[in-house]
Every structure is written in C-alpha cells, then in structure tokens.
C-alpha cells in the first residue's frame, strides 16, 4: 500500500551542485506532477507528465528538468542548484480518464535547502 | 490580482467551534474546486471535491461554490484538535484530477 513514495526526504545542496529527487508511484497512474510549496505559499506546478515518455512545463519549471521513462517513475533534475530553489517539493499520480473526479495522491514531501 | 486569493491566518478556535474557510478566484474557467487538508510535514490530502456551483456535505465538512461570486467556503462543525491542520483550496479548469491552481492555504488550531 506504497502510493507515492518520494526519496530523499531532506537533503542540503550547496550552490551550482545538482541532483534528482526520485518519486515512483504503484497505483499505475498515467499523469504525474511535480510540485513545491514555498512556506507561507500554495503549491506551484513543476512539470507534469500524462504519460510515459511525454512531459511538459508547468508554472515554475526554471531551472528543472523531469523523464518518464516508466509510467511508474518521474524523477525531478535540479541542475546548478540556486538559494532560490529552497523549497519543499511534491509528487503526485491520478488516473485521468473519463472520470473527472478521481483523486490526485501526493507524496510525503522532500526537503530541499541550497546553502 | 492573484488568480486565486485565500483568506490569511494562522486560525486559532476552541473545540467544538463552527470554522469557515474561504477563498476567491478570478478565473471564470474554473469548474472543479477542491479542498485540501495538510498536516505538518505530510503531504496535501483531498478533502472534499465540488463540480460548479452547489453545496456538498461530507460528515462535519461542508463545501460551497457560488460561481456567480467567485467565492468557495468550507465550513467544519465540531471541530476538533485533530482538524488543526494548514488547509489550502485548489481549483481546475478540467478536472479535480488535472492540473490545480492552490491558494496559499491557511493554518488551522483548534484549541482543546
């Protein structure tokens, strides 16, 4: 009874390092989303994907980049990591069909600070 | 104007106390509205999910929609400590399951 499972939960970056976040989903889901949450601040969309291999930008995608190679997994690349990409990041799956109601699932949350 | 407004906080009630939540929004296209529930350092959790204008009741939670108004309410009776949470509203031009634009949410206490 996975869900979304997001690795890592914290991690610090130092300025100009990158890194991916992992997140897999089990409930074999067609869109994926990539989310941050400023503190004070509602959620801001990354990127999205409907599917295995096709992505696309959300509201805030600078300085990111996002594969689905699988429909199970949608990492986040965070390249030439910046202070302004402190921030809480989350992933969510649905199953969009027909049914336009069915649940988004977000994931527990990773902590991300660049020092 | 932000594309979707909600009131500020933090929102501090004694248990068993009626709380209301509220949130605009200037974008006509929105047709599906949603409320989320976020405990500390969990992800947002769906709480209730609306379609257009109406009136939806889920045990001690009630959301409305005036779509006239632009205006989206939900209102939590006996409420009680474990409701203390940061609440965020969210809405969809094309489905609770497609992509959302939040408010910032609001933090709520309910003192027991």
């Known amino acids: 009874n996975a869900g979304v499972t997001q690795t890592p939960k914290f991690r610090i970056l130092k300025i100009g390092q990158s890194m991916t976040l992992q997140c897999t989903q089990d409930?074999?889901?067609?869109?994926m989303y990539w989310y941050r949450q400023d503190p004070g601040m509602g959620l801001k969309l990354i990127y999205y994907?409907?599917?295995?291999?096709?992505?696309d930008k959300g509201e805030v995608p600078n300085g990111y980049n996002v594969s689905r190679s699988t429909t199970e997994d949608f990492p986040l690349r965070l390249e030439l990591a910046a202070p302004s990409q402190t921030s809480v990041y989350f992933c969510?799956?649905?199953?969009?069909?027909?049914?336009?109601?069915?649940?988004?699932?977000f994931g527990e949350g990773s902590w991300l600070t660049v020092v | 104007q932000k594309e979707v407004e909600q009131d500020p906080g933090p929102l501090s009630v004694p248990e068993g106390a009626i709380v209301s939540l509220n949130c605009t929004y200037s974008?006509?296209?929105?047709?599906?509205f949603m409320w989320y529930r976020q405990y500390s350092r969990k992800g947002p959790e769906l709480l209730m999910y609306?379609?257009?204008?109406g009136n939806k009741e889920d045990g001690r939670f009630t959301a409305q929609v005036d779509k006239s108004s632009k205006y989206i309410s939900l209102f939590i009776r006996d409420s009680q400590p474990s409701d203390s949470a940061t609440y965020l509203c969210?809405?969809?031009?094309?489905?609770?399951?497609?992509?959302?634009?939040f408010g910032k949410g609001i933090t709520l206490s309910v003192r027991p």
């Open positions: 969510a799956s649905t199953y969009l069909g027909r049914d336009r109601g069915n649940t988004i699932y």
């Open positions: 609306t379609y257009s204008s």
């Open positions: 974008n006509s296209a929105f047709q599906y």
């Open positions: 409930m074999n889901h067609n869109y």
């Open positions: 994907s409907v599917g295995a291999g096709i992505t």
């Open positions: 969210a809405m969809s031009e094309t489905g609770a399951n497609s992509k959302l634009t």
